[in-house]
């Protein structure tokens, strides 16, 4: 059999599946929306000394396995990765998370060559789940933590209103914060407290924790506070204002993502029937299936099929993605 066709074919099937996860894995615009909040944070940010001193704290702090070095010089950007793994509230290394890609990439290579699927077509689909899957988790895990914290995050800056209008200073505020609000609201104030109380100063409390939730709502907070340190102010009345704003923001989001669920669930419906399909019948009659990859004539209309139903997808995808 010619090897040519077969690897051409699982080559297109690669490329079509990283243009879906390329094309749902998040809005651009959510970073685009993170560059300029970055940019107006800049002109806000402390002197140089003090950015030099709580980074040479952050480096201090890590302390990364031999493992977990290995690990990062595979990756183009541990950095980034390591980041993500922190935002999702859990204790994971990028160590870990190297050994899980490995591990599924192993077992589902070795389970589709045993079920008879060519063995470029195994390793490719087995790379592509064991890429896939942990970074689907880690986003999964990544959202689902934000969405708890911008739930519960205009109570928390309405407790801090109700604590600065009653004459608490704004360290001692975060603590009640941190004490009385469950969930990752209260763990990221606690963790600000916390490291108030080692010696960082309030603002770079703020920025580490700033960067490691990467939410908008969290750096207008942070904006918020630098610049009435700078400018002064009512402070009270303006996190009043910011509540009410974050507020009428999420409800905003809430709107735009009924009004494009239905796009969404066709999209999801009419991408993943093919493979659903195509699974099923080579579980009943693999020997079918194989032509595939064996005529030449179906390779080019798989991979036709496969090409169009991407960009579809990856339309689609684009078309309910909202900047708010």
Not at 15 to 31: D, E, K, N, Q, T
Not at 50 to 67: D, G, L, N
Not at 209 to 223: C, K, M, N
């Amino acid at each position: 059999m010619n090897i040519l066709p077969l690897m051409m074919m699982s080559i297109g099937a690669f490329v079509v599946l990283a243009m879906l996860v390329f094309a749902f894995s998040g809005p651009s615009a959510s970073r685009a929306s993170a560059r300029r909040l970055t940019s107006l944070r800049t002109r806000h940010a402390e002197t140089a000394s003090a950015k030099m001193e709580a980074q040479m704290r952050r480096i201090t702090a890590s302390r990364a396995t031999k493992w977990d070095v290995a690990t990062a010089r595979f990756l183009p950007n541990p950095a980034l990765l390591k980041q993500r793994l922190g935002m999702t509230g859990k204790t994971w290394t990028v160590g870990q998370y190297g050994m899980a890609t490995v591990g599924i990439v192993a077992v589902s290579a070795i389970m589709l060559w045993t079920q008879g699927a060519p063995f470029l077509l195994a390793l490719l689909l087995g790379m592509f789940l064991g890429i896939g899957l942990p970074h689907f988790a880690v986003g999964f895990l990544i959202k689902r933590r934000v969405t708890k914290f911008t739930i519960k995050f205009p109570d928390a800056i309405e407790l801090l209103v109700r604590g600065l209008r009653s004459g608490l200073p704004i360290t001692e505020t975060m603590g009640v914060v941190g004490a009385e609000i469950e969930g990752p609201v209260g763990e990221e104030f606690r963790a600000i407290a916390d490291k108030m109380k080692i010696g960082r100063t309030l603002d770079v409390a703020l920025q580490e924790t700033a960067d490691r939730l990467g939410t908008p709502e969290f750096q207008f907070f942070v904006i918020t506070i630098a610049i009435q340190r700078e400018t002064g102010g009512n402070l009270a009345e303006t996190l009043a204002n910011l509540a009410d704003v974050l507020r009428k923001r999420m409800q905003m989001k809430l709107k735009i993502k009924a009004m494009s669920s239905e796009s969404k669930a066709s999209a999801y419906i009419v991408g993943s029937l093919p493979f659903i399909v195509f699974g099923l019948i080579w579980m009943i009659n693999n020997s079918y299936m194989q032509n595939f990859f064996v005529d030449e004539r179906l390779m080019v209309a798989g991979i036709g099929g496969l090409v169009w139903m991407g960009i579809g997808a990856f339309i689609m995808a684009k078309m309910v993605n909202f900047e708010i």
